[in-house]
């Protein structure tokens, strides 16, 4: 017999290509994502300050609102993650959600995970539940036209943190949740955010993201996972939102190629960078940037945005039906501004009711 | 917020940055001339030759003193510890010979492998000892990068994880004290070619051997900009039933790499193994010419693949030093256009399809 160690199978041929297919229609040129995915508490925060009442219909209406904009929305996004509320909602003629964003050539994703635990006997260190039923969960919504998924882990940089355990276990979740979407057809987008709340500097920040990458693409490694059918969604490198020393956008551009270049493997097709508590506009200067630099940068650098899509958007709507044309409006307007900045070609100044307004909200946990 | 003591200066960072990109710059490669006391005996017999330190010294005068258009597809030369304080019959030290010609020098650190206890013929690379004070003189001496070996085997059990594990480490360990010292290290985690396991084999534990290497290099803050991937190419085991073309392994290892390989490492200079000549000349230009993303430069390092013929054709004897010169041009040129995907084929010296395979290769 044939002496050498067993790889069993992990995906079939067929199965890797639909995956590829997925991951790089939703980083294809001057797209990126809008993440539609907040839970019942978060979307309920962004109500507050427009005064609108937190009900199911409520958000039903928001998300119809996003999902029914014109067409043209599609040329630069390519994809939505939905919660799972939402995900089985429908516009007030009964069409799914789903179905409306598939007559877009919008691609349907899912917000997977069950949101933060706490890690105890650390500085207030945490990781994400949701692997129970994750492989039937994952089924049933592929069947219901998901393609793609997303789990977001938080990572704190504090005097001791992040701590190696912290890094090692929401690198290992991260890479379980990743097998088991790639096993039912989910592209799985892979989300270890370094959080921007400290007084810490660029270059810890940037030292910080390498090291939590660096466990992120080992676990993924340990568990097989089929790099070209997944998605990065990361923190842009920035200094803390309370450090005095302040960077320019150059700064944080080259910080986070620095580290990315470090560690994402070239065969991972696109990062889609996550906005945090950055101003619609920050966001895409931000991102604008990072692709006009000069770096190694083999994967797409895209977006993959929630606030920094929709301040605007919820500004101008107001819970009101007579403002949602200028509100969708709002979200065409964002939505080719970052898809120019996807490709380093966004000139700036494309204004917006919200768009300098900073997005910051502490210790954002869901 | 978490501390991070500085590992290099802005200056040591934009030195070692420079080196290594002049190693690999287009079309350039490594002459692997490293070969140690022993090894070199085993190259020596196969033509006669008997392994004096004399001899040893007047066949690296050859290859040191060929052309100096040799210099424009080797960009720089590994020596081991005996050659690098070696001259030429005038008094020349071969380091500044090197040096006049444009070529760096580099040095092999590594003291050879040693038994993992408790393992199935699996082993480290030691050599950690003192290395920091090794590197310092050698730098000081004219070397510029360095070089360390460690071995992986594939067996029905094996890599384990305590081997892929423990390599790793010495080599992160390796890489960091180069750097201290100013030299960029050379991290060549190989995996043999022994055995007959199929080319997708191959391929996965290259893969693995990759993730851990990569890992403990970020774990002990090596700066990737300064440093070099010296791997296998993947291929199946050599004795594998199943053949598999170029292509075929050019694909694979662009797959393998491009999972394991950091954008930011500037460039990977492939081992040839067992190949021969040619195989490992059209096995690189199939690398270059495959599809997928390779941020890094694709280049060769290559020891038996570039001297064979040249062995053949000298023979010992001083009146073949120019035509072994002329092999060592033609293969050189050969690999500098297969680093650049460019390889027409077909440029034949004397031992260019000769298997060049040893069984269980180590020092």
Not at chain 1, 95 to 106: A, E, R
Not at chain 2, 167 to 195: F, H, K, M, T, W
Not at chain 2, 238 to 259: D, F, H, I, M
Not at chain 2, 269 to 275: D, E, K, N
Request: aromatic letters at 8%.
């Amino acid at each position: 017999r044939v002496n050498m160690p067993v790889f069993p199978q992990y995906l079939t041929p067929k199965q890797e290509e639909e995956l590829r297919n997925i991951a790089n229609a939703i980083v294809a040129p001057g797209k990126g994502i809008l993440a539609a995915d907040e839970s019942t508490g978060s979307i309920g925060k962004r109500f507050a300050p427009i005064n609108v009442e937190n009900s199911e219909e409520n958000r039903r209406r928001y998300r119809d609102l996003l999902f029914s904009t014109d067409k043209s929305l599609a040329e630069n996004i390519s994809g939505v993650i939905m919660f799972h509320e939402t995900f089985y909602q429908k516009t007030k003629d009964g069409t799914p959600f789903t179905k409306v964003l598939q007559d877009k050539g919008i691609i349907p994703g899912i917000k997977v995970d069950k949101g933060v635990v706490p890690l105890a006997g650390t500085e207030d260190e945490c990781t994400t539940q949701g692997l129970d039923g994750l492989s039937e969960r994952c089924a049933q919504y592929k069947k219901d036209g998901a393609q793609f998924a997303k789990w977001r882990c938080v990572l704190k940089i504090q005097q001791y943190t992040p701590s190696y355990q912290a890094m090692l276990e929401n690198a290992n979740v991260l890479a379980r949740y990743a097998s088991i979407c790639q096993q039912n057809g989910l592209v799985p987008i892979v989300e270890p955010e370094v959080l921007p709340d400290g007084e810490h500097d660029l270059e810890t920040a940037q030292k910080v993201t390498e090291q939590v990458l660096a466990f992120t693409y080992k676990a993924l490694a340990d568990h097989h996972v089929y790099l070209e059918g997944t998605l990065l969604k990361p923190n842009m490198v920035t200094a803390g939102m309370s450090c005095t020393k302040k960077f320019s956008k150059e700064d944080n551009a080259r910080a986070t190629i620095l580290a990315l270049s470090r560690t994402v493997p070239p065969a991972v097709p696109g990062v889609t960078f996550l906005s945090g508590g950055q101003s619609e506009e920050d966001a895409t200067q931000n991102l604008n940037l990072i692709n006009a630099i000069k770096g190694p940068k083999p994967w797409a650098l895209t977006f993959s945005f929630g606030r920094a899509l929709q301040a605007s958007v919820l500004k101008v709507w107001e819970g009101k039906d007579e403002n949602v044309a200028k509100a969708q409006a709002e979200l065409i307007t964002r939505a080719k501004a970052n898809g120019l900045a996807a490709v380093g070609k966004y000139q700036g100044g494309l204004d917006s009711a919200a768009g300098g307004q900073s997005l910051f909200v502490a210790q954002h946990a869901y | 917020m978490p501390s991070f003591p500085q590992y290099l200066t802005a200056e040591q960072e934009n030195e070692l940055r420079r080196i290594a990109n002049a190693i690999v710059a287009p079309g350039k490669g490594i002459l692997a001339a490293d070969e140690s006391t022993g090894t070199i005996g085993k190259r020596f017999a196969s033509i006669g030759v008997e392994n004096t330190e004399e001899n040893r010294r007047c066949y690296r005068e050859l290859l040191f003193t060929a052309d100096a258009s040799v210099a424009e597809n080797i960009s720089g030369v590994i020596l081991f510890h005996e050659t690098f304080y070696q001259k030429t019959k005038d008094g020349t030290p071969f380091v500044k010979i090197l040096k006049d010609k444009g070529i760096i020098s580099g040095i092999k650190v590594d003291k050879g492998v040693v038994p993992l206890a408790g393992t199935d013929g699996e082993s480290t690379t030691q050599g950690l000892d003192s290395l920091s004070e090794r590197c310092a003189q050698y730098k000081k001496d004219g070397a510029d990068f360095a070089k360390w070996r460690c071995v992986l085997k594939i067996g029905a059990h094996t890599p384990t994880y305590q081997a892929m594990f423990e390599n790793g480490n010495v080599l992160a360990r390796y890489a960091s004290i180069c750097q201290q010292n100013g030299l960029v290290p050379i991290v060549e985690p190989e995996v043999l070619c022994d055995g007959d396991h199929d080319l997708e084999t191959a391929q996965k534990v290259t893969e693995q051997v990759l993730a851990f290497t990569y890992k403990a290099l970020a774990d002990h803050h090596v700066f990737l900009e300064g440093t070099l991937l010296k791997p296998n190419m993947v291929t199946a085991g050599q004795s594998c039933p199943k053949k598999y073309t170029a292509e075929q392994n050019g694909k694979a290892t662009v797959v393998a790499l491009s999972r394991g390989v950091p954008a930011a490492v500037p460039g990977i200079t492939f081992l040839s193994g067992g190949q021969s000549e040619e195989d490992s000349t059209l096995n690189l230009n199939a690398i270059n010419n495959a599809p997928g993303p390779k941020p890094w430069a694709l280049t060769f390092s290559f020891g038996r693949a570039l001297q064979a013929s040249v062995l053949k054709a000298w023979q010992g004897k001083k009146e073949n030093v120019k035509a072994a010169q002329e092999q060592l041009l033609v293969r050189a040129k050969a690999n500098g256009l297969a680093a650049m995907g460019k390889f027409q084929g077909g440029q034949s010296g004397k031992a260019s399809g000769e298997s060049l395979f040893v069984a269980n290769h180590s020092y």
